[in-house]
């Protein structure tokens, strides 16, 4: 601060005088108070407050010469980065009213404080108030690197409306430039759903199951003396295996392998994740700039896993309901063939039973 003050404490003191009396002939009393407030707490030593009042000034009554006396400001309270902002627009909006030396002086000022600031290159979506250490500094997308002091944990925000969407604790160093992107999380947990129905009809499907085993196992009662293919001499016929029976097999390994690849790409992204939390700071939270390929990488991804795993369910599910549709037709074909006499042996009772659907 020794080197800034030994510039700017002079000239900081004329142009109060000078903005001062610019205030007293415009007659503007809203202007003239605030700006006159500006000075008595500057004068206190509180610089945050007369920068505050500096700014209300300006915004009541536009004046370049005013800028000057917010720079000054904020310098003073070590906020160096607005005050180079102030600075410069000094600069810009006096244009050919300054004087080569007053100009090269502010000049050597704003290269003095660079030394003391780094950048951050904000990536955020449009609309959404910058805000850092509770002072706001704009409206994204910025027009360039927001300036902030080199060193030091500030916090930075982003809000909307009401709404905070991102607090984070930065530090730069001086001269660097540290990159924070802002990614809205779109990942909502609608596929979750998905996967409960097939849950729910797990236990049904092994029920079934078992019916259809009991059903098989019946026909193996009869003696050895009922071989109806020995008593009309043809072969026995080979079982083909019917549309439902084909199209549920293939919808189940077709789900079954949809759940595999579900299941190695959920483990990419774990792995993903990994490597971003070994890249990223994590006492700070800040990522270097290629962590953003690893991740949209995780992201990938987890889209594909989120959509293979609950898809996969639902196609093997559809298989086993196939399979048990043609079981059951199995069964009723069978209830229905024709009547058989079949021996029936017991303690206290020898003879024939007839058996069929009549």
């Known amino acids: 601060m020794k080197s800034i003050w030994k510039l700017t404490i002079l000239p900081a003191v004329a142009a109060l005088l000078i903005t001062s009396s610019l205030m007293a002939q ?13 000075r008595k707490y500057f004068d206190e030593g509180d610089y945050l407050k007369a920068a505050d009042e500096f700014r209300r000034a300006y915004d009541l ?16 309270a070590k906020r160096y980065g607005l005050a180079i902002e102030a600075f410069e627009a000094y600069l810009v909006e ?11 002086m502010v000049a050597k000022e704003i290269e003095s404080l660079r030394a003391r600031i780094g950048g951050i290159e904000l990536r955020a979506p449009a609309g959404a108030e910058v805000i850092v250490d509770g002072a706001l500094r704009g409206t994204t997308p910025l027009p360039g690197l927001l300036r902030i002091n080199a060193g030091i944990v500030q916090k930075l925000e982003l809000k909307k409306g009401d709404e905070i969407l991102m607090s984070r604790d930065v530090r730069v160093g001086s001269g660097e430039t540290l990159v924070v992107e802002y ?20 236990p049904k499907t092994i029920v079934l199951t078992e019916t259809v085993e009991k059903t098989v196992e019946k026909p193996v009662a009869p003696s050895q003396k009922e071989e109806t293919p020995a008593d009309t001499g043809a072969s026995p016929e080979v079982a083909k295996p019917s549309g439902l029976a084909v199209a549920g097999w293939v919808l189940l390994a077709t789900g079954v392998a949809a759940g595999i690849g579900g299941g190695i790409t959920g483990g990419l992204v ?3 994740n990994g490597e971003l939390e070994d890249a990223c700071d994590a006492s700070t939270n800040i990522c270097p700039a290629d962590a953003k390929d690893i991740r ?15 898809t ?37 009772f020898t003879g024939f039973a007839v058996s069929g659907k009549f």
């Open 61 to 76: 009554m536009p004046s370049w010469k005013i800028r000057y006396n917010i720079g000054q400001c904020e310098a003073a």
């Open 270 to 272: 774990i792995a993903k």
């Open 296 to 310: 949209d990488d995780a992201r990938l991804m987890g889209n594909v896993s989120t959509v293979l795993l609950p």
């Open 94 to 104: 006096g244009g050919d009213e300054l004087t080569p030396d007053r100009e090269e």
């Open 312 to 348: 996969g369910a639902a196609l093997a599910a559809t298989g086993i309901v196939l399979l048990i549709v043609n079981s059951r037709r199995g069964k009723k074909a069978e209830k229905s063939a024709a009547a058989r006499h079949l021996p029936q042996i017991a303690p206290f």
């Open 26 to 38: 415009t007659g503007d009393d809203a202007a003239r108070d605030a700006y006159n407030q500006g």
């Open 183 to 202: 990614v809205p999380d779109t990942t909502t947990a609608t596929p979750a759903p998905v996967p409960v129905p097939a849950e729910k009809e797990e």
